[in-house]
């Protein structure tokens, strides 16, 4: 089928031609044919660089081209810019919201399509966002990750609330390989597009022993260094690849990028350009190692890196010039870098709870996916390492040859199910206990029949918890959220974090203000992002203890207070001055874990300042001024100057190390 052919603005056509896009892959095809352009729901559950984004953006710019609007939802906010990015500068308006979680954002309205992460429209929708009504076209890309543990949840409630809401929604679901997506097309009312072509050829292999084993072939790997991941790399550069090695851990991998920089030893000045700007990004010793593999032709890739770090990473293996990226499986999870060979070389996890466990079968195909570059790669290769021989035919069987797992829906856990339940109480969706079990009845949980006989049970569990903790009020068959039901839906905060700094901040409202109780309870918080103790923590944790323990207004000595006790004391030093090299180095943690608790915490804060006002107003006023002290990063006596456009906290520090205090000092400076 022809690019000429579809039903598709002239611009978008002339776009696709430009980039050598003539004609419609065997999936794209398939979708089209089924009703794609005739406002028929679709699931295509189709294999990593098949095209789905072109499904996406053709039905879009169909839609829009006949007076709709589109939301596409993404997993991640780097995806979002990315998707940003794509769908830009054709002819149509796009808007991104990824901000702040109690914002109704009414200027995104304005776009034709709206980029967000699942978890932004779900606090759009309990915000009440008027232009959400007027959505005629969703897009959920990554749709799989309904069976996501953390953020599945969610993911399932902003469908069901936008398919009620918006009855006449088109939607289509963009997914790879699951092992029950006949279930989700079912739920969605979608036609289901299932597919196992791919534009690339992808072989499948185990290596050991110096050979790569296929189903049907063997190929011999030269062995010009004793380790076999790096002579797996080595081979691939050698005619002329790049390759992507997925192993387990941050500190895995950054080793691989050094030995692997060690080994590539390439000089160019592309290469020392992406260097100097990583070094600038992020000055700890992480960022330093990274430009130093950088220089030399390798990286690696993790959340501990800050963005503009990760950045330059991802453009210079793009343009080609880094030849090998190591990466935690985050990589994999959505942004678009496809490699000639994908190494999978850790295909176990720890788990504190259970020890060492092998990865799923999910995981394990959305990194293979990522092996062979379209129009640019004859075929790709993804490659998993047997540490001995009774391992080659073991690792076949447990990922190449594996069917996917079935994706489950988390709206079965009572923690979910509460947050969620009090947000349809507290916006409307629902006023009754019969609207709600009406409403859940069209829950992909409902659906699932195995789990299907325990969802009234499970609506009358969570919901007497929101009304013994104050948030819902129940009469009759009636149910309506109290002025703190609301509160807490609308700062899009868990009830169980609500309910901990509601109670904890009203028992100590006439204490002395303390920076480091409020810190240390708000990263107890179900909601907060904790930094992982290791055993080499132990010590420091401890004499922050002896030295602060006093000051703590929330006991509960497990692994989550220890914990909140490392993040507390790295979000105090950030507001003490120290610089991020110094934090990162004392705590070891990466320049971009300071910044994702940082913005944690801020939303916290902000939430707790709400909070305060109504029901502890004697802490309102420290607390909003820690919040302006998180944000920035300064202590309290930098807050006049901070409030001046274009002063950061290094300025801040040295006008006042001169005497220049507030703003009206700096007015008479000359």
Sequence with gaps: MKIDSLPIPNRLRDSYLGLGITELYPPQEACVKAGLFERKNI???????????????????????????????????????????????????????????????EYLGKYDIIVATSEK??????????????????????????????????????????????????????????????????????????????PVDLREGVFYDGKIKFHDAERVVPAAKKDDDINLLLDTVDEGGQCLVF????????????????????????????????????????????????????????????????????????????????????????????????????????????????????EYRQMAGRAGRPRLDPYGEAILIAKDKSRVDELFEEFIDAPAEKIRSQCQKESELRAHLLALISTEFTNSRSEISAFMERSFYASQRAVHRRLDKNIESALLFLEDSGMIERLGDAVSSTYFGSLSSKLYLAPESALMIKAVFAEHANDEFSAFAVLHLLCMTPDMFR????????RMVDDILLKRGDEIWFEEFSEEFFGAVKSAAVIEEWISETSEEMIAERYSIGSGDVHAAVENLKWLLHAASRITHEFAPALEDGIKKLEIRAAHGIKEELIPLISLKGIGRVRARRLFERGITTPEELLKAD
């Design 43 to 105: 699931l295509a559950a189709i294999p990593t660089a098949s095209g789905k984004t072109l499904i996406a953006e053709t039905a879009m710019q169909k839609e829009i081209s006949v007076g709709g609007k589109c939301l596409y939802i993404v997993p991640l906010k780097a995806l979002a810019s990315e998707k940003y990015d794509d769908f830009s500068g054709k002819g149509v308006s796009v808007g991104i919201a990824t901000g702040d979680p109690d914002q109704r954002d």
């Design 531 to 538: 930094f992982y103790l290791k055993a080499s923590d132990e």
């Design 121 to 198: 429209t779900d606090s759009l929708l309990r915000n009440k966002a008027e232009w959400l009504k007027r959505v005629s076209l969703l897009v959920v890309d990554e749709i799989h990750l309904i069976g996501d543990e953390s953020r599945g949840a969610t993911l399932e409630m902003v469908i069901a609330k936008l398919r009620y809401q918006n009855p006449n929604l088109q939607i289509i679901g963009l997914s790879a390989t699951m092992g029950n997506p006949e279930e989700l097309a079912k739920w969605l009312d979608a036609e289901l597009i299932t597919s196992d072509w791919r």
């Design 247 to 362: 192993v387990s851990s941050r500190r895995s991998a950054e080793a691989y990028a050094k030995r692997a920089a060690g080994a590539l030893k390439r000089s160019s000045p592309a290469l020392d350009s992406y260097a100097e700007r990583i070094a600038k990004a992020d000055t700890t010793a992480s960022g330093k190692a990274l430009a130093e593999a950088v220089r030399k032709g390798a990286a690696f890739h993790h959340a501990g890196l800050p963005r503009e770090a990760r950045a330059a990473v991802e453009e210079g293996f793009r343009k080609g010039d880094i030849l090998v990226i190591s990466s935690t499986p985050t990589l994999a999870a959505g942004l678009n870098l496809p490699a000639r060979r994908v190494i999978v070389r850790d295909y176990q996890r720890y788990d504190a709870q259970t020890g060492m466990n092998k990865i799923p079968v999910m």
